[in-house]
């Protein structure tokens, strides 16, 4: 998996892991914006880091709702130096619903979903960032969109 | 920087390039939202091509070929056999369409089936041609390795049987 460096251009490998327990330490509220240990009651926590040097620059909180052959993206964040305009790399946020399709579709094949509840101003947005299909006040993705997903941010 | 000042600074946009807000729903909301997504799934998948689906089975068999040979811990159950068979479900072919599509007689299929024998660089390009590059013959013969590694690693009778034919043994100490 790669994101883009903003200034250069490069390209960088980024590798996603579930969290450990020391990293929690890391991920102070001021760097990535919520009470991640909060976030982790029901949900699988996953870092999405740099291979040259592990740093942090994005998290996801994942809910397996197998009865339904879905995850549900309950929370995801870049950290504090990757957002906005003068955010430091491209493609977190895509890299890491890519692994979220991923994780879905090995285990769930032709029936997996990955779904999200935006706010309702954000909603359309995902659907033209994502390619999503709207799912009353959910978003959310399977089928050949899914697919898609997974290409355009490959692992 | 404050976090709170930099997200009211965002565009809707940059919101959606790096965020999934946490959405608070009460019980009944979620409920509700919850039976939304799962009609406008059904509708979806109502229009789910043959082809797609096939696609779709066929990209999980292959992230599970990788998981497990990138990953996770050797398991002899998970061996090409095991493999090649979930492949033949999910193309749903009989053994004897399946042998002659990759042109190979029947009898050889199931002794790879039935892991009585060891496919060589012929049938794993073979099979990566038959599904269309989504299996790559690496992935089989990566498969195969991991098998021959744990072999290697863990074969205590071959080391008592060739122990025999080794002479002047190097004797050598704090190794």
Redesign the interface.
Known sequence: MQVTECTSGQKKHVTVKGLERGDLKKIT??EY??DWKA?RKGAEMYKLSLTEDDSIL?L?ALVDVPA?YRLE??????S?Q????G?RY?G??GCLISFAC?EA??K??????V?????T??KQ??IN??GM??????V?V???E??DL?KKYPS | MKSKTTLSELTPEEMVDSFVFPIALSPEEKKIADRELNEARRKRQLNMTEHERLLLRLMQLRYRLENYIQQEPYDSKLGFSYFLNEYLNIVDKRRKEFANDIDIHETLLSQLMNNRREPNESIMVRLEIHSNNVIPAIHWLKLVEKSKEHDIRTNAKLRQKERRYVRNKLELSGK
């Open positions: 509220r001021r914006f919520f976030a994005g996801v339904e993206i309950n929370l995801l964040v870049s504090v990757n957002v906005g305009k955010k491209e977190i946020a991923r579709l090995t769930y094949g032709d029936l997996a979903c779904s999200l509840t935006p706010k101003e954000l947005h995902y960032k994502y299909s709207p799912g009353g006040k959910q959310f399977e089928g050949k899914l697919l997974i």
